[in-house]
């Protein structure tokens, strides 16, 4: 590699919307997010798969698509 074109790559304190922090590497000093694995729905189960379902049947109904044909 050559010296002195390559940003320093460092610990990097990532502050969540939630109160969360943790560190990583990245070349930024400082990072703020929005969501964190502490308080995305995903990974919290707090999640809804009824309103995935629903859209489906919804499209279905559009289009006239009946669930029996393949």
Do not use: W
């Amino acid at each position: 590699m050559k010296k002195g074109i390559h940003l320093e790559y460092k610990d990097t304190k990532v502050t969540c919307a939630c109160g969360e922090t943790f560190v990583v590497k990245s070349t930024k000093d400082e990072m703020h997010v929005e969501v964190c694995s502490k308080c995305h729905p995903f990974y919290t189960g707090k999640q809804s798969r009824s309103s995935h379902a629903g859209n489906v049947d919804k499209f279905n109904r559009k289009y006239g698509f009946d669930k029996k044909e393949a």
